[in-house]
């Protein structure tokens, strides 16, 4: 008889799961048997992560989503719930990075980067909570940073992005701990991916990052992924309200 995976029967939902960190946690809680409902813009890049899901044996769809829009965030809202009817997992892990000077910055910059990190996860949220409330089982994960507990010179509106989801992720701890559900931070630090590109795409700056890094070395993305398995697993069920930092000691020092 076939052994059940852990998160068998669980309906999962990540945003940004087109790519990078996204596609790893989706990847890797669709290896512990959740179904999984990925969202993202690019739908040549989500379709096929869901095939590469789907050759692991893991059951994965997408749905194209900006999670900035309001319109479309209610559109996956109908959906999952004409096809599960239920959420237990959301990841609110998109996000986007510019990095300037402030009196460089437009307001529409401005405005992406606040919309996609923290405004993405309060439409994610709001949309879909009410499917997650009487599940039986409820995590959310919010994708922050080192950056939401220190801070970088030409990161005003990542900053201040991130801090902000620290901020939303504890309130709803509070607000969602009598539904049983918990909410919880993730703040790497510094990872090879595409948001990263920049900074790897320049050696001075790549070795000054990571000569930041007590541990000496930047995080992978299957480091973030296994710790987001066990933030969405059971054996996690007595924390929420909390942020972990996975960051090779960055903000120890
Ligand atoms: N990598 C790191 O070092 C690091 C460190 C700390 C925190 N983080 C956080 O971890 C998360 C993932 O980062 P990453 O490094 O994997 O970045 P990434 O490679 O740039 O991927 C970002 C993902 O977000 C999606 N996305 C961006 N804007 C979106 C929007 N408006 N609507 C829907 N999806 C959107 C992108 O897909 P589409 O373009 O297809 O929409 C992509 O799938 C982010 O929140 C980031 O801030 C990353």
Redesign the pocket.
Known sequence: MPIDKPLQDRVAVI??????????IALALGEQGAAMVL????RV??ESVVDEARAMGVSAECLV?????EDQVAEVHNRIRERFGRVHILV??????VRKPITEFTLAEWR?VL???LT?AFLLCRALIPLMQGAGYGRILN?????SHVALAGRSA?AA??AGLLGFTKALALELAPSGITVNG???????????QPILANPALHEQFTSRIPLGR??T?TE?ARLAVYLCSADAGWITGTDVLVDGGWTAQ
């Not at 790519?19 to 790893?24: D, N, T």
């Not at 969202?39 to 690019?42: G, H, I, T």
């Not at 994708?143 to 950056?147: E, G, K, N, V």
């Open positions: 945003t940004g799961a087109s790519r990078g960190l996204g596609r790893a969202l993202a813009r690019d890049r989500l989503c900006d999670v900035t829009a609110n892990n998109a996000g986007t990075n992406q919309d996609t990190s993405g994708l922050t940073s080192i950056m990542y992005s991130k993730i703040s790497p630090g510094p990872v090879a991916t595409e948001m990263n930047w995080g993305e973030i």
